[in-house]
């Protein structure tokens, strides 16, 4: 049901896009929009990956700068049957984390280092084994092409008006309608891709609580990384708020506006949901030291990752 509702999502996203080319310069601007639609994918197919890490200053680690990080990260890999994606810390005391790449061969994994001291090694393996069911998914892909398609919607809104959208013959809005729609179709799109967003996320804590096999290490870690982003300010996510929805938990300030707008659901409904797996799995309150994997251990007090 989530992927048949995302693809309902990109269609009526899509469709959009091509309706604001319609109202620019008819067949003509359709057409103009889907090869402007096409060419900005592909970029953002081979480069958006680059782009993002770029924006937040990661550093790449391994298994010998990072060795219990990335032993960690390799079993859970190994559990989702993919490959070993590549490793980044982003220097940023908000705890949180991300995932990027085309696909699972070209994956990245992003952790920030508020979110490596201040969680325990059972939470932080939840939050990976989240990251990863996005790249199992393949949500890394979906949500970037969402976020392309809705930023050039706001980009071909503001050549409807400045352009002469409102002169063309084809366009049944005229100028007020023309108007009308600079306005409120950036912010339709803005709907469709929280909406896309919030979705994805349900998915991936679904996935990720099927990989640790622990879904309360990923509602334990939800908890702490929404008080902690209340607090604490990631400004590279305040310079960039377009790579907000990439986020475990949503890095930004919201204002009064945040909940309608906001890219993920409700902490309290993720939580809520993780639990319900849990009493349907029985999960013991700790798990043993067999099936936590080698990584998991006490923390010491520079935090666990060395």
Known sequence: MNYVRTGMLLAALTALFLAVGFVIGGQAGMLFAFVLALAMNLFAYWNSDRMVLGMYGAHEVDARTAPEFHAMVADLAGRAGLPMPRLFIIDSEQPNAFATGRNPEHAAVAATTGLLRRLAPDEVAGVIAHELG???????????????????????????????????????????????????????????????????????????????????????????????????????????????????????????????????PPTEERIARLRDMAGSRAEPARASSASRGPWSRPARRRGPWG
């Open 134 to 264: 996005h790249v199992k998914n393949r949500d890394t892909l979906t949500m970037t092409i969402t976020a392309t398609i809705a930023g050039a919607i706001g980009m071909l809104a503001n050549f409807a008006f400045f352009f002469g959208g409102s002169n063309n013959r084809n366009n049944p809005l005229g100028l007020v309608g023309t108007i009308a729609l600079m306005v409120l179709a950036p912010l339709a799109a803005a709907l469709v891709q929280c909406a896309i967003s919030r979705s994805r996320e349900f998915a991936a804590d679904q996935a990720g609580a099927e990989i640790s096999g622990r879904p309360l290490w990923l509602a334990s870690a939800l908890h702490k990384i929404e008080h902690a982003a209340e607090a604490i300010a990631n400004e590279p996510a305040e310079r960039n708020p377009a790579t907000a929805h990439m986020f475990i938990i949503n890095p930004l300030h919201a204002g009064m506006l945040g909940g309608l707008f906001s890219t993920h």
